[in-house]
Structure formats: structure tokens, C-alpha cells
T-cell receptor
Framework: ELKVEQNPLFLSMQEGKNYTIYCNYS?????LYWYRQDPGKSLESLFV?????AVKQEGRLMASLDTKARLSTLHITAAVHDLSATYFC?????????????FGTGTRLKVLA | DGGITQSPKYLFRKEGQNVTLSCEQN?????MYWYRQDPGQGLRLIYY???????QKGDIAEGYSVSREKKESFPLTVTSAQKNPTAFYLC??????????????FGPGTRLTVL
């Protein structure tokens, strides 16, 4: 069974600091996704990582993928309050002729002014 | 604008009632999904459908039912057999294959509360 684990589960950080969220998954997957969820809201797609060594950046967020280690990271640079949200990673599994998305537990980020 | 709509935004259910959550998309996506999210938790897959008139159980299908009569619509019924249905329900859609940069698109969600 494919498992996706994130750490930390909770992260409280000061504005201006850097930090990394980790996403480990237990079996091979064609790609990895990162999503953002604001409280009480739906999920917003941030990144799609398609291959080993893939790196994508948007503003203060940078995501990378190491398929050999089955590890993805989401790095936050010089955090600002607006980045406070819950971040989910997800992988896709091809099973029984269909694609299933398996989500991590989420990392709740709080950026303190 | 293309997107996914869910209704209602808030829903209250009495014990023993069946309720139906609506999900409609105009993205021309073949694949649609239903997830359940409990407070402080991740998403768990209830049902998914890759094409019209076909759907598969996800990890927590017990107490739920779906239909897929039209490409645009994938309603979820929460039956009285679901003993703890209070949660946030999210509908999503995607293209069925894995083309470059494909991702899931999510609706705004329905918050269901049992009275």
C-alpha cells in the first residue's frame, strides 16, 4: 500500500526565516504534486514535479523531487505571513487501470510576524 | 470561466437521513473524485470515476454512494449507514491520463454536519 508521509506536521516560524517541509512516499510514482489549503477553503495546486531532479520555484516557494530517495521537499525562503496555510503533497498511483491520488497528512505552517 | 462547483456550501443532516452533495465541472475532464477531510487531517478518497457510467470505490467508500450519468456531474450520497459523516467534502476532477503538468482541480467544498 502506498503511503505518503510529511514532516513536520506543524511548523511555526518567524517571518524572514527559511525552512523545509519533507514529503516521503513508500513506492514508485510517476509524479508528485504540492497543494496549498487555506483554513476552511479548498486546495490550490502549487507544483507538479515530473521527473527525478525536477525543481520548480514560485515566489518564496521551491519544490524538488528525488525519485530514487522517494523524497520531495518544499523549501520556504524568507517566510512572510501570507504563506501561512496547510501544505499537502500527493503522489499518483496507477491501479486497476485507473489513476489514484494519494495525499500526505499535511503540514500546517504558521508564519509569525 | 471553467471550474468545479459544489453545492450546497453547508449542509446539515439529521440522523437516519440520506443527503446528496452536488459536484459539477465544465472543464471537460473525464476523471472525477470525491474526498473526505476531517479537521486537521489529510484527504481520504471516497469514490472516483474515470469515465461516464463507471466508478470505483476508494479507501473509505462504506456508507457512501455515487453515480456518473453525465461527464459533467458526479453527485455523492451520504447514506444513513455512514455513522460519522461530519466532515468537509471535496470534489476534484482531472484528465484521466497523465499528460505533462496535469493536476487535479478542486471544488470549493461542502461542509456536512450531523445534528
Amino acid at each position: 500500500e502506498l503511503k505518503v508521509e510529511q514532516n513536520p506536521l506543524f511548523l511555526s516560524m518567524q517571518e524572514g526565516k527559511n525552512y523545509t517541509i519533507y514529503c516521503n512516499y513508500s513506492t514508485t510514482s510517476d509524479r508528485l504534486y504540492w497543494y496549498r489549503q487555506d483554513p476552511g477553503k479548498s486546495l490550490e495546486s502549487l507544483f507538479v514535479l515530473l521527473s527525478n531532479g525536477a525543481v520548480k520555484q514560485e515566489g518564496r516557494l521551491m519544490a524538488s523531487l528525488d525519485t530514487k530517495a522517494r523524497l520531495s521537499t518544499l523549501h520556504i525562503t524568507a517566510a512572510v505571513h501570507d504563506l501561512s496555510a496547510t501544505y499537502f503533497c500527493a503522489v499518483v498511483l496507477f491501479t486497476s487501470g485507473t489513476y489514484k491520488y494519494i495525499f500526505g497528512t499535511g503540514t500546517r505552517l504558521k508564519v509569525l510576524a | 470561466d471553467g471550474g468545479i462547483t459544489q453545492s450546497p456550501k453547508y449542509l446539515f443532516r439529521k440522523e437516519g437521513q440520506n443527503v446528496t452533495l452536488s459536484c459539477e465541472q465544465n472543464l471537460n475532464h473525464d476523471a472525477m473524485y470525491w474526498y473526505r477531510q476531517d479537521p486537521g487531517q489529510g484527504l481520504r478518497l471516497i469514490y472516483y470515476s474515470q469515465i461516464v457510467n463507471d466508478f470505483q470505490k476508494g479507501d473509505i467508500a462504506e456508507g457512501y454512494s455515487v453515480s456518473r450519468e453525465k461527464k459533467e456531474s458526479f453527485p455523492l450520497t451520504v447514506t444513513s449507514a455512514q455513522k460519522n459523516p461530519t466532515a468537509f467534502y471535496l470534489c476534484a476532477s482531472s484528465v484521466p491520463g497523465l499528460r505533462v503538468s496535469d493536476t487535479q482541480y478542486f471544488g470549493p467544498g461542502t461542509r456536512l454536519t450531523v445534528l
